[in-house]
């Protein structure tokens, strides 16, 4: 039986009336053609709310306003402290709403409402209130050179920043593209997840409450294919920030070359290796951690750590610890309910090619030591997979080489430090990589030799904002939401000074 406290969310989720219209140049305007997109909740079927689908000329509009707020100074040109203030109040205002934030991402996401609580909202607060404090501490430099001239190097703003965000961290993703862009004095075009749209919608509003001048932060919903494209073909951008698919940021790359050769920043897909030697001291908890490591946000991580490499010698019991940890914490249910730990996954189509990578696996050999399934749950409509793990996995298996994106783990046995590198390594992928030892020698030389962007040892996941997030190789190029990322926002300009 629910309690007071379990039904609050639903509560909440029921009187819910959220914002449906693009928002251009401050107002919420319907699509140019009128047309809408429904956001269908993935674990009852039923529609959230009918959001205005973005088209081309939406997004050129929104990028037209953008343009002329940046010549105007609205936003570049502002007070360095005023936009401080700006973007430190948005961020209260993010807090302040973080209820109906979170029920918007758990509903068209499918997110536990326990995880946006404790991760999704604080990180959209803390990712903005770090980059408003972070405004005026960028310096440009002014060389030695010689006596008869002065030089010196100003840091600005690119002008129009298009940023495209992902469905599986609606808010969170949002921000780690939008703040460094505002902070930096840009204008944004924000062009969210067409499965997700809504939390955007509620991050313009908020700008705007804060204080934000119209137009220099717009958000237009739409699909990809149209709306997405627009904005990253537009002559408006300076730049891209792309968080989502290698395919999809590979096409990012192809449009800013057809165009104005616009800068893009893309954070991509991954197959992160978590490796485990024999010595670590307490097993149990470590396949605890791997086991939150992976099955977290129903695997729908491109950091997600589902390549777990065990040395052999420990290979079976581990496979047992992190099955059993997984079986007992990761259950899918009611994604508004506090106490469940899983949720569906986005949308069916999603939820087929899951299933299809574990088919694939069951074909390939691989040992199947943990469920796979639809989940049990009765309507036709949701899109639950509860968590899946395989033992005896080859590095060369489906499983072992592209990213699924789901709660699907890949457990492969390893002959030690020298071998465990070259199967983490012997992947086209490069985000992210675990490292579990009580050999402090072994760990910092795996560190050193793992092709990636970010190591945890002895953890994963862990961080704060001064954590450059983001890959190498097919995992991509750019960094979110560290001060290099706010740097990455800005120009260079040369001023050479004759004195003589």
Known sequence: MDTTADRRWHRIAEALRPETRLLIDGQFRAAADGQTLASVNPATGTVVAN???????????????????????????????????????????????GAVLAVLDTLEMGKPIAEMGAIDVPGAVLTMRFLAESIDKIAGSAPVTNSDALHYILRQPL?????????????????????????????????????????????????????????????VPGRGAVAGQALARSMHVEKIAFTGSTAIGRQMYRYAADTNLK?????????????????????????????DGLFGNQGEVCSAGSRILVERSIHDEFCDLVAGHAARKYRPGDPLDPETTMGPLVNKTHQGRVLDYIDSARKEGATQVLGGDTADRAAEAACFVAPA????????????????????????????????????????????????????????????????????????????????????????????????????????KSVWVTLD
């Not at 969170?172 to 004095?185: D, E, I, R, S």
């Not at 992210?432 to 795996?446: F, P, Q």
């Not at 962007?453 to 560290?482: A, E, F, T």
């Open 51 to 97: 959001i205005a689908c973005g088209n081309a000329a939406d997004i050129e509009a929104a990028c037209d306003a953008a343009a002329k707020r940046f010549r105007q100074g609205v936003w570049s040109r502002m007070r360095l402290r005023q936009r401080v203030d700006i973007l430190t109040r948005f961020s209260e205002l993010i807090a302040e709403n």
């Open 159 to 219: 002008g129009v920043v298009g940023c495209i965000t992902p469905w599986n961290y609606p808010l969170m993703m949002a921000v780690w593209k939008v703040a460094p862009a505002l902070a930096a004095g840009n204008c944004v075009v924000l062009k969210p997840a067409e499965d997700t749209s809504l939390s955007a919608l509620v991050l313009g509003r908020l700008f705007l409450e804060a204080g934000g001048p119209d137009g220099v932060f717009n958000v």
């Open 263 to 291: 800068a893009v920043s893309a954070e991509l897909g991954g197959k992160s290796p978590q490796i485990v030697l024999a010595d670590v001291e307490d097993l149990s908890s470590v396949a605890e951690k791997i086991a």
């Open 389 to 492: 793990l395989f033992a005896g996995v080859d590095n060369r298996m489906k499983i072992a080489q592209e990213e699924i994106f789901g709660p699907v783990g890949a457990i492969i046995p390893h002959d030690g430090v020298d071998d465990a590198v070259r199967i983490a390594n012997d992947s086209p992928y490069g985000l992210a990589a675990g490292v579990w030892t009580s050999n402090l020698s072994a760990a910092h030389r795996i560190a050193r030799d793992l092709e990636c962007g970010m190591v945890w040892i002895n953890g994963y996941m862990n961080g704060d904002m001064s954590q450059p997030w983001g890959g190498w190789k097919l995992s991509g190029h750019g960094r979110d939401k560290c001060l290099q990322a706010l740097i990455d926002n800005t120009q260079s």
